[in-house]
């Protein structure tokens, strides 16, 4: 490691766009750091090694005819979405290079039901390491690709969420048709059967919660949403989280695996969502799906979703924010919503 690179700070480690090495020379995530209870003194950016490249710090562009072993590390997030977007990406990559082989490295503290989708990627990934990792038993030839901490990229809230995936891959993103953007490796996952009851019974899903209040369905609405969906469809609804409505059923004890969740959504007759993993999920196996959006242009999500029909909520206020709890946005939110239930809003055609 280049001694020469000063530490950063212990505010910088955490918000640093890339990943960290440790004083001892390992490559970590700093969302490990945030989780944890380590030391945050002596923390370098792993960007600024040579040989390791990070797009945020320097645009590049990877020959994958010639890369056939590229290691990827602390791609593709700790969140259902993000990682199902990123793995797209490589996907993308696999389609037209077959022979690339990826290594992912991975944050050693993200949630189980995100590393589970990892586990059913299957053939995307030819190995999956948790971090730490120490530099010196990359390769001496490794092609090496530092996404982490991209939720502090300037590009992740500028660019559609594939295209900025690509980008961090070293691809032309323009080079890769939509086709190839639309998450439906999920398609060849293998995936659970549903519960009896469901098996052979046409339903609608409602994905109401996202992993922030602010891009969530308030709670105040969602039985008016529901009773908008079986009006329209005369079908039960299916969902996570209780509703006060006599023909919604809360499956949320159902989903007890990252796959079984996938399985509710493929076999969903259409989805109801906001801007959430379900929306991205439910675009891998073409179900119709009528998505809100609160804090972000939907172009910059559903842009290559044929079977989406996005909603944006005018809430210019809460215009790129990731995150929120705070009591103000989540008043603007409710108002918003409250809003929308006063008038119309498009529901999908349902799946055949």
Same mark, same amino acid.
């Given at each position: 490691?280049?001694?020469?690179?000063?530490?950063?700070?212990?505010? +910088?480690?955490?918000?640093?766009?890339?990943?960290?090495?440790?004083?001892?020379?390992?490559?970590?995530?700093?969302?490990?750091?945030?989780?944890?209870?380590?030391?945050?003194?002596?923390?370098?950016?792993?960007?600024?090694?040579?040989?390791?490249?990070?797009?945020?710090?320097?645009?590049?562009?990877?020959?994958?005819?010639? @890369?056939?072993?590229?290691?990827?590390?602390?791609?593709?997030?700790?969140?259902?979405?993000?990682?199902?977007?990123?793995?797209?990406?490589?996907?993308?990559?696999?389609?037209?290079?077959?022979?690339?082989?990826?290594?992912?490295?991975?944050?050693?503290?993200?949630?189980?039901?995100?590393?589970?989708?990892?586990?059913?990627?299957?053939?995307?990934?030819?190995?999956?390491?948790?971090?730490?990792?120490?530099?010196?038993?990359?390769?001496?030839?490794?092609?090496?690709?530092?996404?982490?901490?991209?939720?502090?990229?300037? +590009?992740?809230?500028?660019?559609?969420?594939?295209?900025?995936?690509?980008?961090?891959?070293?691809?032309?993103?323009?080079?890769?048709?939509?086709?190839?953007?639309?998450?439906?490796?999920?398609?060849?996952?293998?995936?659970?059967?549903?519960?009896?009851?469901?098996?052979?019974?046409?339903?609608?899903?409602?994905?109401?919660?996202?992993?922030?209040?602010?891009?969530?369905?308030?709670?105040?609405?969602?039985?008016?949403?529901?009773?908008?969906?079986?009006?329209?469809?005369?079908?039960?609804?299916?969902?996570?989280?209780?509703?006060?409505?006599?023909?919604?059923?809360?499956?949320?004890?159902? @989903?007890?695996?990252?796959?079984?969740?996938?399985?509710?959504?493929?076999?969903?007759?259409?989805?109801?969502?906001?801007?959430?993993? @379900?929306?991205?999920?439910?675009?891998?196996?073409?179900?119709?799906?009528?998505?809100?959006?609160?804090?972000?242009?939907?172009?910059?999500?559903?842009?290559?979703?044929?079977?989406?029909?996005?909603?944006?909520?005018?809430?210019?206020?809460?215009?790129?924010?990731?995150?929120?709890?705070?009591?103000?946005?989540? @008043?603007?939110?409710?108002?918003?919503?409250?809003?929308?239930?006063?008038?119309?809003?498009?529901?999908?055609?349902?799946?055949?």
């Amino acid at each position: 490691m280049d001694r020469r690179i000063k530490p950063l700070g212990p505010a +910088d480690a955490l918000t640093f766009p890339g990943s960290l090495f440790s004083p001892d020379g390992r490559l970590v995530a700093s969302y490990d750091l945030e989780a944890g209870d380590d030391s945050l003194e002596g923390y370098r950016a792993a960007a600024h090694q040579p040989g390791i490249f990070n797009a945020d710090i320097e645009r590049f562009r990877i020959d994958y005819r010639t @890369a056939s072993e590229v290691h990827v590390v602390n791609g593709m997030g700790v969140t259902l979405g993000d990682s199902i977007i990123g793995l797209t990406a490589m996907s993308a990559v696999k389609h037209a290079f077959p022979d690339v082989k990826f290594t992912l490295y991975r944050p050693r503290r993200a949630p189980p039901f995100v590393e589970e989708l990892y586990g059913l990627a299957g053939p995307l990934l030819s190995a999956r390491i948790t971090l730490p990792f120490p530099l010196s038993e990359f390769p001496d030839d490794a092609t090496v690709i530092d996404i982490g901490n991209h939720l502090f990229w300037p +590009d992740f809230a500028a660019l559609p969420m594939i295209d900025f995936f690509l980008g961090a891959l070293g691809v032309d993103a323009s080079s890769v048709p939509s086709s190839q953007k639309a998450n439906r490796w999920l398609a060849g996952t293998s995936l659970p059967a549903l519960p009896a009851r469901w098996r052979d019974a046409p339903y609608v899903l409602f994905c109401p919660s996202a992993s922030t209040p602010v891009r969530s369905i308030p709670q105040h609405v969602r039985a008016d949403l529901v009773d908008r969906l079986v009006q329209r469809y005369d079908l039960p609804v299916l969902g996570f989280g209780p509703v006060d409505h006599a023909r919604y059923v809360d499956v949320q004890s159902a @989903a007890i695996s990252t796959a079984h969740f996938l399985a509710l959504i493929r076999c969903a007759r259409c989805v109801l969502t906001c801007d959430t993993a @379900a929306v991205h999920a439910a675009a891998g196996f073409d179900v119709p799906t009528t998505a809100f959006f609160t804090t972000i242009e939907p172009a910059l999500r559903v842009r290559d979703y044929p079977a989406c029909r996005a909603v944006e909520l005018p809430l210019p206020q809460l215009r790129g924010i990731h995150a929120s709890n705070q009591a103000r946005d989540i @008043a603007l939110i409710e108002r918003a919503y409250g809003d929308l239930m006063r008038d119309t809003f498009p529901l999908p055609d349902l799946a055949g």
